[in-house]
């Protein structure tokens, strides 16, 4: 019945659209006719009504032609890509916006050329669920009650503490570094204790950063920009900082501000989740460290788009660093390492390791750290 009535509605505006080009036919006619042949003056200017409504025809035809292209039958098949529809659920296609108007309407409900509510948790659980909004364009971003002098900012990468005045904290329950620190030492939020992470080899998973920058100029490559996905604090960033290697940091806010830690250390904070396309142009990175935050809670088919999108923004002989990936043993040889294997990367250290809980028992998962070097030429 859908398509009997587009067909019915389709063929009555190719109607219209064939008299409207008949009554503009004539009307160059009888201009032209009205004109001397012995005068060449400029033909009159085509009436912006009738050009107006000539678009709107063409436009809805091409409209309704797509349409019925596309699926003409309503029980057929969707010629749509089936691994399509499911990134648009996914990922941050601007249609996962519909799938959550209520926090949508709720993040876009604010007074204008005021200061812009304090619920960036609310943007922050559109943004984990696929919908990047547009920033509020008409209210004023807020900033601390206090702010640190300049001066004041921490020159190196590995500070002996954060200055607290440069957050807002009223999203936290902790309301200074100090508090994070006592709660969990290993977030990253103490600085100082971080500069060793990347420098001390205690097992085989682990890759210092002068041992990579050994493998890569062995390899006579060259490591100069980098992206860290997932990297907390910025560690990583801060230890290649270090070696005049540029390297910038996704991360995100979900029970601490991470990106305002990583921006306090000099670094570059990226405000991305998982599962959006890498803000990268393509081919462009020299090597891509996925941190702790990419394991085996993450969707299969979103871990292997991620790691296709990182395939994008690698250069050719540019290197894949997963570090400390976990997940069950037994899926590590049936699921992970045939995904990984995709890539058709060469292997430069492939180690794993039992992984522990608290309480040292070991629950069948393992770590897996893993440095990859992307093919020359494809």
């Known amino acids: 019945m859908g398509f009997t009535f587009s067909t019915m509605t389709l063929n009555l505006l190719l109607l219209i659209a064939m008299v409207a080009t008949n009554i503009l036919s004539l009307y160059h006619l009888s201009t032209t006719l ?3 042949k012995s005068s060449p003056r400029q033909l009159p200017q085509i009436p912006d009504e009738l050009l107006r409504q000539l678009h709107t025809i063409r436009a809805t035809i091409n409209h309704l032609t797509r349409l019925q292209d596309t699926n003409p039958n309503p029980n057929a098949k969707s010629s749509i ?4 529809l499911l990134y648009s659920r996914l990922s941050p296609i601007a249609s996962s916006c519909h799938n959550h108007p209520d926090l949508l309407h709720k993040y876009m409900t604010y007074t204008p050329f005021s200061i ?11 943004i984990l669920r696929g919908c990047h909004p547009l920033p509020r364009r008409r209210c004023f971003s807020p900033t601390p009650k206090k702010q640190t002098p300049s001066s004041s900012f921490p020159h190196s990468p590995f500070p002996s503490s954060l200055p607290d005045s440069s957050i807002i904290w009223d999203r936290y329950s902790c309301k200074s570094f100090d508090c994070l620190n006592r709660q969990n ?3 990253g939020f103490q600085p100082s204790r971080e500069s060793s992470k990347f420098n001390t080899y205690t097992s085989d998973l682990d890759l210092p950063v002068q041992q990579l920058l050994q493998i890569a100029k062995s390899a006579k490559s060259v490591l100069r920009l980098g ?4 990297g907390g604090t910025g560690s990583f960033a801060a230890a290649m900082k270090l070696r005049n290697v540029t390297v910038v940091t996704t991360t995100m806010n979900v029970v601490a501000p991470y990106s305002e830690a990583v921006a306090l250390r000099g670094l570059v904070p990226l405000h ?5 396309r890498l803000p990268i142009f393509d081919g462009v990175v020299d090597i891509v460290r996925c941190g702790r935050a990419v394991n085996r809670w993450i969707p299969t088919t979103m871990l292997e788009f991620l790691l296709f999108d990182v395939d994008r923004v690698l250069r050719g002989g540019g290197y894949l660093w997963l570090d400390h990936f976990f997940s069950k043993g037994v899926d590590l040889e049936k699921v992970y390492a045939p995904l990984i294997g995709k890539l058709g990367y060469k292997k430069v250290k492939w180690a794993t390791g039992n992984k522990t809980d608290a309480a040292g028992v070991k629950n069948g998962e393992l770590y897996l750290t893993v440095l990859l070097q992307k093919p020359l030429s494809r």
Do not use: F, I, R, Y
């Open 185 to 187: 030492p290993n977030l």
């Open 272 to 276: 991305v989740p998982l599962q959006q």
């Open 81 to 84: 890509p089936s691994d399509l």
């Open 34 to 36: 009205q004109s001397p």
């Open 227 to 230: 992206l860290d996905v997932g």
């Open 116 to 126: 812009c509510p304090s619920d960036s948790e609310l943007a922050e659980s559109l």
